[in-house]
């Protein structure tokens, strides 16, 4: 049994901080006992590690992020969604199929996710199974979690990304032998890239995959005018985006994360609703490649479940505290248009990035009886002026101007995570 003493700040629910000054966690196993503001007398023999005035808050949760984009971060942003795939993206991929190459860069990746205090991440890999398995290991042995997609593609896409249906089958059950098990912290999801690079029997073959091994699913959903275009001319019979993904089985019927969804409303919307499709909100990615701004306040009024997503390299950022900072201001320009739609407040996007994002994982995200102990260490003392700043306004200081420097300890399912 392990005790933290800080001031510990987490959201149960969406719209209320729970705060603690000074107070305790108690962790057994890895998981939260129990939050404490005084010290039952039945633990004061066991030792307390103290972090004095520092912060204690949950981990950040990435659920949309591409780790072969890893170079690309910060650099070809002057196209829209198609061509940039086209020009610099699949160009960047093919370039996995060197083991060598993939390693450099993975374990890049992996120490980019650590310095952003991400202990979770939901992950595109490219279409190169032994890559693909390197950075599952990577990430286990840097004590992280998450869930790790080989992207599916047949068509649209250069000679060297296209698969063979039955090779695509091959490596799932190759990844669900080696890393689908209860006790594994990081694990495979079924990923087909997006319906445009995905031809019906690649699709099915995707559905089937998911149904055998109740693996859950991750793609891409309505993120540009032109690619809503593009999977109506492909898929006529669908009525929607979503419809052609939930006719293969790909939408809800297993655990389901669809990033973007910049277009969807409707009876779209309502299908990710009745499905409990989680949306992975990637407000920079949808800037960067003028997609448009997410409905997220529409998703979270629908009882749609929303997580954050960096989105490297459509997104040029790994912390998902400026993507907190930037789903704020993206809801804040719907509400311009709308006052009747309500900008977030703070405790809503940081309860996205934490247990929102976390119910993906299980009992992720929260310092609540039974969740794993997923946490930060937070010392913003360089950021503070003074001294009458709330403990709140601190966290929110450093959600808006903090960084990576102030993270001095990061701790997944209970174990303290050293730089990989």
């Given at each position: ?41 039945h ?45 610099y ?6 370039k ?16 980019s ?17 032994e890559?693909?398995?390197?950075l ?25 990304l ?71 001319e ?48 990637c ?53 311009q ?5 309500a ?12 247990k929102?994002?976390?119910?993906f ?10 969740y ?27 959600v ?5 420097r102030h993270?001095?300890?990061?701790y ?9």
């Amino acid at each position: 049994m392990q005790i933290y003493r800080a001031n510990i700040i987490f959201t149960p629910e969406s719209r209320r901080f729970e705060v603690l000054p000074h107070g305790y966690i108690v962790v057994s196993d890895g998981k939260v006992e129990g939050v404490y503001r005084a010290l039952p007398p039945h633990l004061a023999d066991i030792p307390v590690t103290d972090w004095g005035d520092r912060l204690v808050i949950p981990a950040m949760n990435d659920m949309h992020v591409h780790a072969p984009q890893y170079r690309n971060q910060g650099i070809a942003m002057d196209e829209e969604l198609l061509p940039w795939l086209q020009n610099y993206t699949f160009p960047e991929e093919l370039k996995y199929a060197d083991i060598t190459y993939a390693e450099q860069m993975y374990r890049r990746f992996v120490r980019s996710l650590w310095r952003h205090g991400t202990m979770r991440v939901v992950a595109f890999a490219s279409v190169h199974l032994e890559s693909t398995q390197l950075l599952m290991r990577l990430l286990d042995q840097a004590g992280m979690g998450g869930r790790v997609g080989k992207v599916n593609m047949n068509r649209n896409c250069p000679q060297g990304l296209c698969e063979r249906v039955e090779d695509a089958v091959a490596a799932c059950e190759t990844l669900v032998a080696e890393f689908e098990r209860k006790d594994s912290r990081v694990r495979p999801i079924v990923t087909p890239r997006f319906i445009p690079s995905c031809t019906p029997e690649l699709l099915q073959a995707c559905g089937e995959m998911v149904r055998r091994y109740q693996l859950p699913v991750q793609s891409h959903l309505s993120e540009n005018h032109d690619e809503i275009a593009l999977v109506k001319e492909l898929e006529p019979e669908s009525r929607h985006y979503a419809d052609a993904y939930d006719r293969y089985g790909l939408l809800g019927q297993m655990p389901t994360i669809m990033a973007h969804c910049v277009w969807t409303d409707g009876d779209e919307l309502e299908m990710l609703r009745q499905r409990g499709v989680m949306v992975a909100h990637c407000p920079t990615s949808n800037f960067n490649l003028a997609s448009g701004l997410a409905p997220v306040r529409r998703f979270l009024d629908a009882g749609i479940p929303v997580g954050l997503g960096s989105d490297v390299s459509g997104g040029h950022d790994f912390s998902i505290f400026r993507m907190m900072v930037y789903a704020i201001q993206v809801s804040k320009m719907h509400y311009q248009r709308d006052k009747s739609c309500a900008f977030l407040s703070l405790a809503e996007a940081f309860w996205m990035a934490t247990k929102s994002a976390g119910s993906f994982f299980g009992k992720v995200g929260s310092f609540e009886p039974g969740y794993d102990f997923d946490a930060l260490v937070i010392d913003d003392s360089e950021l503070l002026i003074d001294e009458t700043y709330t403990l709140l306004q601190r966290l929110e200081r450093f959600v808006c101007i903090g960084d990576d420097r102030h993270i001095v300890a990061r701790y997944c399912q209970g174990r303290l995570i050293p730089e990989p």
